[in-house]
C-alpha cells in the first residue's frame, strides 16, 4: 500500500521528474550504498534504544563518532526527500503549517516529513526519533528549525554559539590564524557539548579516542585534496561533480570514521587509476565550468546535461570545498583541532566577500574554468546573498557567469525547460 | 537551397521558408499547442504549401524556442537567444542591444558587430512584463492590443501602478477604475510599469548600447514602444513582423550549417 501511496503524492504533486546524475566512479555508488545502510542501522540502533542524535552538518560530528552514538543529518534527509521527488508534498506541509515560504527550505526541509508523521511514506521509512538535537548559530532560521525538531520530539537541544570572524582573511584557504579569544569560546562550547551528550547518552568520550578521530579525519581529507588536485590537472577532466557529489558530500557526514578514512583512500586510488589510464569524462570537452552552490537535489542530473549536445562539462562543485582548511594539524589537543576546523569551514561556508571572492576566483583558475553556473536558492540567504559580488570577480578576470534562480531542493519553483534554455544558451554565446 | 527556421514558443509556433537570396517564401504562425510535434508538421506543411515546395527540396531546418527538442525532423536545435540575435543582425546590423518581449518571458540581448551574443538577461519566473501581462491589463482595461498607442499617447499623465506582480497589478487597474481614474492614464502606467519591469531587468547586463531592437509580440504594442522608447532616449528598431526574428535567424543558422558542410566536401 505504502509504495502506491507513494507513487500517488508523486504523481499528485509534480509532472517533473528530475533527472539522476551520471557518476563514473564505484566509489560514488559505494557511497550512496553506505549511506542507506548506516541509515539503516541508525533505524535498529534506535530501535533497540540507543540515543540517536540529530546534528546539524557544521557541528562537530567527531565527538560523536568517537562516542560511538549513531547519528542522523536532518540536512542529509533533506536532500533524500528532494531526490525521492517528494519536496513538494513535503514543503507544502510546512507552508501548510505557517513555515513561511521564503524561509531556509534546504535545512527546514525535514520538519515537513517531522509534522507529516506517515513513515510507511516516508523516504526510507522516516527519520529516527531523537534523544537530542544539535545545531550551531549561522543564518537566522536553522536555531529556530531545531528548537522546532526539539519540540515536535520533546528532547532537549544544544545551541553551539559560532563566533563570526571580525576580520575576514581574503585567503583563508591558507589556513589564517583564528582569533585565540574565538577559538578558546569554541573550545568551551564544545566541552559544553560533551558533557551534554554524555549526560544524555550515558556513554563517555575519551581523549584518545577522539584525538584518533581527529587524526583519521585529517588523513580522509587528505586523501580527497590529493585526490581532487589530481582531477584539477586532467584535461578533458577524468570525473565531474556527478562524482565530487556522491564521494565528497557522503563522506563529509562521517569525518574521522572507519568507513569515510577508507572510502577516501578508495575515491584517491580510484582517481590515480584513472589519471594514469588517461580515462575522461567526457571525450567532447569543449568547456570546463563551476556550479556555485548545491546541486538541485530533485534533479543531480542537471549538471551532466550539457555534456553530449555541447561539451560543457561540471568540473567543480562550490560546495563542500575548502577542503584544504578541513585538515587540522599542529594542534596540541583534539578539541582545538575541531575547533579550528569548524572556525575555518565557517569562513568559506559564509560565503563573504572578498574572502568568497578571493577563493572562487583561485579555484576557477586551480581547475581551468571557462564559466561559472550560479543557482541562486532564494530560500537560501546564506548561499546566495554574496553571488553578485563572485559573479563580478569572476567577470573582471575574464570568466563568463550566469545565474539560474531556482531551490536546492524546491521542485515547486522549478522550469526544467527554462532553466536548461537559459544554461544552454549561455553555453553557445561561450561556444561562438 | 530552402531552409527552413522553425521558432516553438511558449505562446506561439512560427515556421519560415527562406530562400537562396534570403528571400522569406513563407511564414505561418500558430499558437502554441500540447502536442507541440504535430503542430510543427502540421505547420511545416502549411509552410511549403505557402512556398510551393516539397519537403524534399528543403536543405536544411533547425528548430529554436521553449519546445525546440520537440521538432524531431530538424537537423538541429539551437536556444533562441542565438536565433533571435542572429535575426535582428541581418535585419538591422547597427543594431546592439535586442529587447524582445514575448507572450511568457521577456529577455534582453546585447550582441557585437557580427551579431555574435555576448552577454543576455531573461525575466525570472514572474509573468509581470510580458504578453501575459499586457493581456490581463487590456481585459480589465476593455482596450484592444491594436488600440494602445493612439490611447496612451492621448494621456497627458500616467497613474502610478506600483505592484508588481500580474495579478496584484490587475486588481490595481480595477481600483484605480472605480476611483474614476482616465482609462487612457491607467493604460499608459501600465506600459510604464511594463518598461521599469523591463528596463530593470536590462540594468543586471549594464547600460544600453545603441542601436536598441524591440522584438517579440509585445513590440506590436504601439504602447509600450512609445513608453520604452522614451525611458531609454533612443529610437527602437521594430521589424515588420516583430514574432518573426527568432524563425528568421534559424533559418539563416540553417544556412550556416549548410555552408559548414559544403565547405567540409
Redesign the interface.
Known sequence: MSQVKKEEIRAGTEEFRGARSKPLLECSRLASVYFKNYFREVEERAAQGEPVIWLQVDCPQEICHAMGLPVFYPMHYSALMAAKQMSPYYLNIQNQRGYFRDLCRYCGHALGCVWDHKSEIAPWGGPPKPAAVVVATFDDPIAKVYELFAREYNVPMFVIDRTMWSNFPSRFWEDPEIEPHRLEWEVEQYEGLIAFLETITGKTLTETKLRQVVDSSNQQFGYFIKAMNMVAGTVPCTITVADHMPNLICTNYFRGTEWALEHARRFYEEIKERVGKGLVACENEKIRLGWEGAAPWFSPGFLNAFEEKYGAVFVWLGYITGLENFVRLNYSDPLTALASRYLEYLAWVSHFPPTACSYYLHMAKKYKLNGFVFLVAESCKALTASMRFIQRELQAAGIATTEITGDIVDAREWDDTKARSQVASWIETLLT | MYVVGIDMGSVAAKVMIMGDNDEVLSYVVADAKPDAEALAKRLMNEALEQAHLRSEDISYIVSTG?GRVNVPFAAEN?????CHALGVYHLFPSVRTVIDIGGQ?SKCIRMDDKG?????V?N??CAAGTGRFTEVMGRALDISFDRWGEVVSSAPRRARISNVCTVFAESEVISKMTEKVPLNEILAGVCEAIVTRVIQMIQRMGAVEKDVAFTGGVANNKGVAQILAEKLGVDLFIPKIPQSTGALGACYLAKRFVARAAGIR
Open positions: 521553449y539551437r536556444t533562441e537567444i542565438m518571458d555574435r551574443v555576448q552577454n543576455f531573461m525570472d519566473k
